[in-house]
């Protein structure tokens, strides 16, 4: 594969990274569906061997960076998600009382 299109791999990717982050931290996890586009995208960097080159090692690190931002982010959504849940549990049990008492 010529440097070009790998070239061309990486910056596909770290689009997705970039768009993957910028909807998890606007709250948006649910529209996060371009994960097997993702996923397709790695597979074909690892097979062409791309990180093996040195030319490379910047943009590497830049996706790793951005790989771990997004799982902090992701965390951060998985919190908020399961603090509403709780909220929503917490009201239902409420509800539930009030009807059993009317």
Do not use: P, W
């Amino acid at each position: 594969m010529c440097v070009e299109n790998q070239i061309h791999l990486l910056d596909e990717l770290q689009n997705l990274l970039e768009k993957h982050l910028r909807l998890a931290r606007q709250g948006n996890v649910g529209d996060i569906k371009t994960i097997s586009r993702q996923a397709e995208l790695i597979e074909k960097i690892v097979s062409e061997g791309v990180f093996e080159s040195d030319e490379f090692e910047n943009r590497k690190e830049r996706l790793q960076k951005l790989y771990r931002e997004l799982n902090i982010a992701l965390a951060a959504q998985k919190g908020d998600v399961a603090e509403k849940l709780e909220q929503v549990r917490k009201g239902r049990k409420i509800v539930g009382a009030y009807r059993r008492n009317i």
